[in-house]
T-cell receptor, first 114, second 113 residues
């Protein structure tokens, strides 16, 4: 069965600092990868996704993620965070063999101090 | 455009009472539908998913059940709630045969007392 690990449960940083959130998955076959974000009081929404092609994926709000197949990783990055990036971030994996299902990591709560 | 609705937004129920949470999707046909429970620090746990009317797959044994009486309606139910059923329940949909991206509803906060 596929599993997804997010290494940090809580991250606190100041505005303009760089952010990197780790995500590792356990499935060895073909995968689609996602990062979702949940801002306080809002719906879970898609930040970015990787299906194939360039392993460096750019998403909304200045976020990017890099798929490293050899490391089974899909880390999320942002060079300079803003207070409005305070949210919970979830990594998710859809393994082709798993069909219709997404497996989510445990989430990382990010607090950006103004 | 597609939209997804959940209701109620919040619910407080006594232990042993029944439950019915509803999810509807607009603007698409034959979606795959999903129920998740979100617990702090534990991410989203998939409870049920459905690829069509009357077709329900259960992911974890529990006190809950799901039904899909119409193409774009997905219901989460329980005959007798337990304290451990408290949580935040999310409904999601995706295009059948799509690449895996799911779209989420606003959620229902359930408190069982």
């Amino acid at each position: 069965a596929q599993s997804v690990s997010q290494h940090n449960h809580h991250v606190i940083l100041s505005e303009a600092a760089s952010l990197e959130l780790g995500c590792n998955y356990s499935y060895g076959g073909t995968v689609n990868l996602f990062w979702y974000v949940q801002y306080p009081g809002q719906h879970l929404q898609l930040l970015l996704k990787y299906f194939s092609g360039d392993p460096l994926v750019k998403g909304i709000k200045g976020f990017e993620a890099e798929f490293i197949k050899s490391k089974f990783s899909f880390n999320l990055r942002k060079p300079s965070v803003q207070w409005s990036d305070t949210a919970e971030y979830f990594c998710a994996v859809n393994a082709k063999a798993a069909g219709n299902k997404l497996t989510f990591g445990g989430g990382t709560r990010v607090l950006v101090k103004p | 455009s597609q939209t997804i609705h959940q209701w109620p937004a919040t619910l407080v129920q006594p232990v042993g009472s029944p439950l019915s949470l509803e999810c509807t999707v607009e603007g698409t046909s034959n979606p795959n539908l999903y129920w998740y429970r979100q617990a702090a620090g534990r991410g989203l746990q998939l409870l049920f998913y459905s690829v069509g009317i009357g077709q329900i797959s259960s992911e974890v044994p529990q006190n809950l059940s799901a039904s899909r009486p119409q193409d774009r309606q997905f219901i989460l139910s329980s005959k007798k709630l337990l304290l451990s059923d408290s949580g935040f329940y999310l409904c999601a949909w995706r295009l059948a045969g799509g690449s895996g991206e799911q779209f989420f509803g606003p959620g229902t906060r359930l408190t069982v007392l």
